[in-house]
C-alpha cells in the first residue's frame, strides 16, 4: 500500500534552517513526481516544490528559490524525499504535504491538481 509519511517540522527562529523528509513505502520512485506543498491558516494549499523520480527535474515557487532544495535518496532500498530549507522566514509559516503521482512526463509541475497520494502533513513554525 502506497504511503507518504513527512517528518521533520518544528519551531525555528527566521533565519533558521529545518530539513523536511518525506518517506514513501509501498512502491518503488520509478517514474514519479514527488511534490511538497504547503497550507497556512486561512490559505489554500500551494505548491512549493516537487522533483521527477525519472531524470531529476525539479521546479520551485518563486517565493522559495534560492533558499529550498528538494532532493532525493534512495539508500537501503529507503526511499525518501527531502526538502532544505534555509533562510526562513515567518510567512513560510504553514503545514508542510508531501504528495506523489506516476507519470511518465518528464517535467513535474505545482499544481495541487496533478497528485492523487498525500501524507498527512508536519508542521513548520518560523517565529522569534
Known amino acids: 500500500q502506497l504511503q507518504l509519511v513527512e517528518s521533520g517540522g518544528g519551531l525555528v527562529q527566521p533565519g533558521g534552517s529545518l530539513r523536511l523528509s518525506c518517506a514513501a513505502s509501498?512502491?518503488?520512485?520509478?517514474?514519479?513526481?514527488i511534490g511538497w506543498f504547503r497550507q497556512a491558516p486561512g490559505k489554500e494549499r500551494e505548491g512549493v516544490s516537487c522533483?521527477?523520480?525519472?531524470?531529476?527535474?525539479?521546479?520551485?515557487a518563486d517565493s522559495v528559490k534560492g533558499r529550498f532544495t528538494i532532493s532525493i535518496s534512495r539508500d537501503n532500498a529507503k526511499n525518501t524525499v527531502y526538502l532544505q530549507m534555509n533562510s526562513l522566514k515567518p510567512e513560510d509559516t504553514a503545514i508542510y504535504y508531501c504528495?506523489?503521482?506516476?507519470?511518465?512526463?518528464?517535467?513535474?509541475?505545482?499544481?495541487?491538481?496533478?497528485?492523487?497520494?498525500w501524507g498527512q502533513g508536519t508542521q513548520v513554525t518560523v517565529s522569534s
Open positions: 504528495a506523489s503521482v506516476h507519470t511518465l512526463f518528464r517535467q513535474c509541475v505545482l499544481s495541487r491538481n496533478a497528485y492523487n497520494s
Open positions: 522533483i521527477s523520480s525519472t531524470g531529476g527535474r525539479t521546479n520551485y
Open positions: 509501498g512502491f518503488t520512485l520509478d517514474y514519479y513526481h
